[in-house]
């Protein structure tokens, strides 16, 4: 269901976003019009809901936190799911399969190539991630999501050297000339700061092919790190994901991952 991207961001809080999923090995369907009036019409209206959830049911589940939801697994195959679904307990049995999916079909321009591989060409290399942008800007997301701080980081990366010889660090940013000034490394390190708008996704192909990770309370870097398939990776991620208490995010990191 595109409807959400296309229409206008329905207020200050909301950065409008483009579908981007086009970029993956996904076999993705998109949802008409007229399916997408079916569904809604059925959720608002009890009477025509009531007779037909008996002919044809379909359920619509709005995610109210990120804690998993065990009863989905016997929802019916005409469900409307409305959420982000982050935790891997939905799909860890098909994690192999959600892997493929989501591997790129688009294939590297000369530059991102480069990088790729001085990765693979780096003992250990590891990707650290620091979301700024509308954390910063926007006073509701920054409320919501909060910010990392450079101590979060200084300790992952004391971590990271305790556990790994010789770390090089993959440095991703939409701040990168912020975090030149304020996060100092004494490793070797790479700023990547290339790869903007369209071309974000290139991002996350250079962050899933680090070895081990440093992810920010962010969406990107948590996929970027996950779709790195070694079973001996090194994922630290900040235990406080969300500023706002109230939000329930205790399936959100992989039991495997270290939470600082």
């Known amino acids: 269901d595109l409807s959400f991207l296309l229409a206008a961001p329905p ?4 950065i409008k976003r483009d579908y981007e999923l086009g970029v993956f090995n996904i076999k993705e369907a998109f949802a008409t019009e007229a399916e997408i009036k079916k569904v809604f019409f059925q959720k608002y ?6 007779i037909k959830d008996k ?11 990120f ?4 009863f989905l697994k016997n929802a019916p195959s005409r469900t409307y799911l409305d959420g982000y679904w982050q935790t891997e307990k939905y799909f860890i049995d098909i994690d192999a399969i959600i892997r493929k999916e989501f591997s790129f079909k688009i294939k590297p321009d000369s530059q991102n190539q480069a990088i790729l591989d001085q990765i693979k060409n780096t003992g250990f290399p ?26 979060y980081y200084r300790n992952a990366v004391g971590i990271i050297s305790q556990r790994i010889q010789n770390p090089h660090f993959f440095i991703f940013s939409d701040e990168p000339d912020w975090v030149k000034d304020n996060l100092e490394i004494d490793f070797p390190k790479t700023y990547i700061d290339h790869n903007k708008g369209s071309k974000s996704y290139e991002d996350m192909r250079l962050m899933s092919s680090c070895k081990h990770h440093i992810i920010a309370n962010s969406s990107f870097s948590w996929w970027g790190a996950w779709l790195n398939p070694d079973p001996g990776k090194i994922v630290i991620a900040p235990r406080k994901w969300f500023n706002n208490d109230q939000v329930d995010s205790r399936d959100l990191i992989p039991e495997t991952w270290i939470k600082l």
């Open 126 to 151: 590891v990707s650290l991630h620091v979301r700024r942008g509308d954390y910063v800007s926007n006073p509701y997301t920054l409320s919501y999501h909060g910010l990392c701080d450079m101590e």
């Open 45 to 50: 209206s009890k009477l025509i809901g009531k």
């Open 67 to 70: 804690n998993y939801q065990e």
């Open 11 to 14: 207020d200050h809080t909301v």
């Open 55 to 65: 002919l044809f049911p379909t359920w619509y589940v709005h995610e109210s936190q």
